[in-house]
């Protein structure tokens, strides 16, 4: 990184916002140097830049040589017992000079942080809690600053005070202070809506005691993840400033001066490349290590994606399939083999998190069936393991997890990639965030069409997506595919998303809680719309979802989970009139105004 | 979209404006005499209140800015006290050196950063590990430092490119790429850590969302999740770190166009600060600030273009 990337765009300034100061792992300095201590990376650049401040302070006590001291008879010499680091052209001992050269870099470094600091913490906390006009100023004065090419001002401020080491390192604190006012403002601006905040100035707290009581410290760590990337770069800026000899005067050590001097005998003796510049290259690493050890520890590192090979794994059922698929299909032949056919799944993230405990569920071609419980009790995992969309630490079993007869336990990434779409579809609550942003409604149908039916050309597949909105009673399909999602409405974009899951022609569709997220006129429309596809189609829809007014509605039959096992199965009449589990008679209860028809 | 253009190009002013003031004010504060300075020991009196009168140097500061902004717009930029070649015609001969540095190294540390950043999301664990172990090392090595480890191993040790100079595009482009292939890829290195890291951010959130479940639920392919959907809804913040890369990529290299001894801007402005040569310094300032205005402007209409939002 270069002096002028230290304002980047930090997710984390976001993040930290989200997670809130209560709770999480660095809201306090305790937490906060616990959180260091347990990650090894982080913890071994705190210690070895502890340990080489300590020991660049130390020089006079502790290096072996004069840094100034000239040998020559023993110029350019690899390390020995003698000179554990070599000799320079002139015959000094590099290892001392290392020592004390560290003195002005570790110097230009404080300078600078202090510079940073104290100009982008307060105009940062100003900014963010002073109101819309104060803010746009000085975050206007920020961007400026950032847009400025920092080196040519460091060059034409060395070009007066030249051999200065302050002047510079503060002007760049000055002109990157933009990336770290962003970050304070942005907490501020999180932290001043915070409860405790608003509580805290309802009891009458003035401003100033607000913003150093309560915002300081969640401000603090962030502003502290800044500051270490900040002093990788101010280093490096003064590394560079002594290679172009703009620093410490000679004979007088520094590391940019040391890699200067080691560029002119580079065809000679390339060695003396080694320790100089390496020495800035680790102390760097080592600054950038801990600030993103202290960001791991504000914030949560995200978990793995499982695209691509890191999928959960399906395992292989313990019972051999024979033997109990056998009972099975024999009672399934006198009926039609159903379309999705569950025997004992159970899903775990994880040691010791049970999602689901052995659910079994069979339906049918045509039917609607409900999938019926409070948050967590396994319903929308179930569904989800049907298509192979649970996250990377899942752990699947089961007898048997068939969809349209086949059993996709064990199925890798491809194979699932075969029957999404194609022999199952999914719908889900958020119709508004479930499309894609960036592209029109056409453009992703367009893309679904091209992926399930190949061989259409341009034409035809344009008809099929006017088709596919057409059949979701969307009124003008040609006006439609030129909108993006956030042109839509709740109903208009689920009503895209249901086109989008049949573009492929499943012959089950899974809806996870469709209507939640809709208003209640809204829903009746898409349940109707749910009801009509099915019956044209014939298609099985499993509705997933936590409110029994919905499933009477829509459902023919009702399973009811709780806990991740089946405690109830029955026909929609019949588990309204006559309830056998508990659990279903205090979800009823729980639920207002149910017509039983 | 004109207002958004608007408001850039009002703030680019600004901030040439900025900089030109600073690199002025800055030049008040040198000690001693700059006609003196100039003149040296030779020159009579006579001379010597020629040179205040025409540089100004007995007028209240304002008044001497006012008349540096008036030459400015005039396309006259003065002359080096060092040795009188005007200023303007050393940066028009300049910047397409420092130019072919920076064009080829941002293209390429933008292809190679989002590959290695989508790579660190998608391919299985030791490759991503490896990947950002690189990138841990690529940011923290100075660019500098490695320009000369590049000519130590590939111009010294084995003698495939060349450790210094510069052959100009317009004479012999096969010279003038084998001569660049060097300082390119020390300034690279760093540039590339950095979009590999923020492609990795957004690629995380990208298909950590909701729409991404849905496509992956409808069957779509992953090259077309990941390389088509991820990487566009990434773009914008893909757009700024490259903005910003290249802002970095513009100081790096001034050090790499000292260690291949090119003449390019950087080389010119670190001779002009060892030889207090201040009137080449405020040129070369505003040359690399317009630089960077023009790529403020072109990111922008790229924002602008990225943004479906916008375009309505």
Same mark, same amino acid.
């Given at each position: 990184m270069t002096i002028d990337e230290v304002g980047l765009a930090d997710p984390s300034a976001k993040r930290v916002g989200r997670e809130g100061s209560a709770g999480s792992e660095g809201s306090s300095l305790r937490g906060l140097v616990a959180g260091i201590v347990g990650r090894p990376i982080a913890f071994g650049s705190a210690i070895f830049l502890i340990a080489i401040i300590l020991a660049c302070l130390a020089a006079p006590l502790i290096a072996p040589y004069d840094p100034l001291h000239q040998n020559l008879s023993e110029a350019m010499m690899l390390p020995s017992p003698a000179h554990i680091l070599g000799t320079d052209d002139l015959g000094r001992d590099v290892f001392s000079r290392l020592l004390y050269g560290g003195q002005p870099a570790f110097l230009g470094v404080l300078v600078g942080s202090l510079a940073c600091f104290l100009v982008g913490v307060p105009l940062g906390l100003v900014a963010g809690y002073g109101g819309r006009k104060l803010d746009s100023v000085i975050s206007a004065v920020g961007d400026l600053l950032l847009s400025i090419p920092s080196i040519v001002v460091i060059l034409a401020i060395l070009a007066v005070f030249n051999h200065n080491i302050a002047a510079p390192m503060a002007t760049l604190g000055? %002109?990157? !202070?933009?990336?770290?006012?962003?970050?304070?403002?942005?907490?501020? $601006?999180?932290?001043?809506?915070?409860?405790?905040?608003?509580?805290?100035?309802? !009891?009458?707290?003035?401003?100033?005691?607000? $913003?150093?009581?309560?915002?300081?410290?969640?401000?603090?760590?962030?502003?502290l993840v800044q500051l270490g990337i900040f002093a990788g770069v101010a280093l490096t800026l003064q590394a560079g400033l002594g290679f172009l000899g703009l620093d410490v005067p000679p004979p007088n050590p520094s590391?940019?001066?040391?890699?200067?001097?080691?560029?002119?005998?580079?065809?000679?003796? =390339?060695? %003396? $490349?080694? =320790? !100089?510049?390496?020495? @800035?290259? %680790?102390?760097?690493?080592?600054?950038?290590?801990l600030s993103d050890g202290v960001h791991d520890t504000l914030s949560n590192a995200r978990k793995a994606i499982s695209i691509g090979t890191r999928r959960s794994t399906h395992a292989v059922r313990g019972v051999p399939a024979r033997s109990q698929g056998a009972g099975a299909d024999s009672e399934a032949s006198t009926v039609e083999a159903p379309v999705l056919d569950i025997a004992d799944l159970r899903v775990s993230f994880g040691a010791g998190k049970v999602a689901v405990a052995g659910v079994s569920l069979a339906c049918s071609a045509g039917e609607i069936v409900g999938l019926v419980g409070e948050s967590g009790s396994g319903k929308s995992v179930t569904s989800l393991a049907c298509l192979g969309l649970l996250p990377g630490n899942a752990t699947v079993t089961a007898q048997r997890l068939a969809v349209n007869g086949v059993d996709v336990i064990g199925f890798s990434e491809r194979q699932f990639r075969d029957i999404r779409g194609s022999e199952i579809g999914y719908i889900s609550q958020e119709p508004m965030s479930s499309l894609d942003p960036s592209f029109t409604v056409g453009s992703i149908l367009r893309e679904a069409v091209r992926r399930h039916e190949p061989r259409l050309d341009r034409r035809q597949r344009e008809q099929r997506v006017l088709q596919l909105l057409a059949e979701v009673q969307l009124p003008s399909p040609e006006v439609t595919v030129r909108k993006y999602s956030f042109e839509l409405s709740g109903g208009m974009a689920q009503r895209v998303c249901i086109a989008l899951a049949l573009a492929g022609r499943p012959k089950l569709l899974i809806a996870?809680?469709?209507?939640?997220? $809709?208003? @209640?006129?809204?829903?009746?429309?898409?349940?109707?719309?749910?009801?009509?596809?099915?019956?044209?189609?014939?298609?099985?829809?499993?509705?997933?979802?936590?409110?029994?007014?919905?499933?009477?509605?829509?459902?023919?039959?009702?399973?009811?989970?709780?806990?991740?096992?089946?405690?109830?199965?029955? !026909?929609?009449?019949?588990?309204?009139?006559? =309830?056998?589990?508990d659990y279903t008679k205090s979800l009823i209860a729980a639920t207002p105004n149910i017509l039983v028809a | 979209m004109t207002g958004l253009i608007t408001r850039r190009i009002v703030v680019s002013i600004v901030v040439l404006i900025v900089v030109s003031f600073i690199t002025f004010i800055v030049q008040s504060f040198i000690p001693g005499d700059p006609a003196r300075a100039i003149l040296g020991t030779t020159g009579t009196p006579q001379q010597? &209140?020629?040179?205040?009168?025409?540089? &100004?140097?007995?007028?209240?500061?304002?008044?001497?800015?006012?008349?540096?902004?008036? &030459?400015?717009?005039?396309?006259?930029?003065?002359? +080096?006290?060092?040795?009188?070649?005007?200023?303007? +015609?050393?940066? #028009?001969?300049?910047?397409?050196?420092?130019?072919?540095? #920076?064009?080829?190294?941002?293209?390429?540390?933008?292809?190679?950063?989002?590959?290695?950043?989508?790579?660190?999301?998608?391919?299985?664990?030791?490759?991503?590990?490896?990947?950002?172990?690189?990138?841990?090392?690529?940011?923290?090595?100075?660019?500098?430092?490695?320009?000369?480890?590049?000519?130590?191993?590939?111009?010294?040790?084995?003698?495939?490119?060349?450790?210094?100079?510069?052959?100009?595009?317009?004479?012999?482009?096969?010279?003038?790429?084998?001569?660049? *292939? #060097?300082?390119?890829?020390?300034?690279?290195?760093?540039?590339? *850590?950095?979009?590999?890291?923020?492609?990795?951010?957004?690629?995380?959130?990208?298909?950590?969302?909701?729409?991404?479940?849905?496509?992956?639920? +409808?069957?779509f392919s992953s090259a077309s999740i990941v390389w088509k959907h991820g990487l566009r809804n990434s773009g914008i913040s893909i757009v700024t770190i490259l903005g910003i890369t290249f802002i970095g990529a513009l100081s790096g290299s001034v050090y790499v166009e000292d260690v291949f001894a090119l003449p390019g801007l950087g080389s010119l402005i670190v001779t002009a600060t060892n030889q207090h040569d201040i009137p080449v310094i405020q040129g070369v300032a505003l040359d690399f600030t317009l630089i960077v205005v023009v790529l403020n402007l072109i990111t922008d209409v790229v924002y602008i273009m990225l943004n479906p939002k916008t375009r309505r």
């Open positions: 000055i %002109l990157t !202070s933009g990336g770290l006012l962003r970050v304070v403002r942005a907490v501020t $601006l999180e932290a001043r809506d915070q409860l405790y905040v608003r509580a805290a100035k309802v !009891s009458g707290l003035g401003p100033f005691r607000i $913003l150093f009581r309560h915002i300081l410290p969640a401000v603090a760590g962030p502003a590391w940019g001066n040391m890699i200067g001097e080691a560029a002119h005998v580079i065809s000679n003796f =390339p060695w %003396l $490349l080694v =320790p !100089s510049g390496g020495i @800035v290259a %680790l102390t760097t690493l080592a600054f950038g290590l996870d809680e469709p209507t939640t997220a $809709l208003d @209640v006129t809204v829903q009746a429309d898409i349940l109707d719309l749910l009801r009509q596809l099915r019956d044209r189609e014939r298609l099985t829809i499993v509705l997933v979802t936590h409110d029994l007014a919905v499933v009477a509605d829509i459902c023919e039959r009702v399973i009811v989970l709780q806990n991740g096992k089946v405690v109830e199965q029955a !026909s929609t009449d019949d588990l309204f009139s006559s =309830p056998q589990h | 010597y &209140h020629e040179l205040v009168k025409t540089l &100004h140097l007995n007028e209240p500061v304002a008044v001497q800015y006012l008349e540096y902004m008036s &030459h400015l717009l005039r396309g006259d930029l003065g002359s +080096s006290l060092f040795n009188n070649e005007p200023v303007a +015609s050393q940066l #028009l001969q300049r910047t397409p050196v420092t130019l072919s540095l #920076l064009v080829p190294s941002t293209i390429l540390l933008a292809v190679i950063g989002v590959v290695l950043g989508t790579l660190s999301v998608t391919a299985p664990r030791p490759i991503a590990r490896i990947i950002d172990v690189f990138s841990l090392l690529g940011l923290a090595m100075p660019n500098f430092w490695l320009a000369l480890l590049l000519v130590s191993a590939f111009a010294i040790a084995i003698p495939l490119f060349p450790a210094v100079g510069y052959t100009p595009l317009a004479s012999d482009p096969v010279a003038w790429a084998i001569g660049l *292939a #060097l300082p390119v890829a020390a300034l690279t290195v760093a540039g590339i *850590a950095n979009v590999a890291k923020i492609t990795r951010d957004g690629m995380l959130e990208s298909l950590n969302s909701d729409y991404v479940r849905t496509l992956r639920a +409808s069957g």
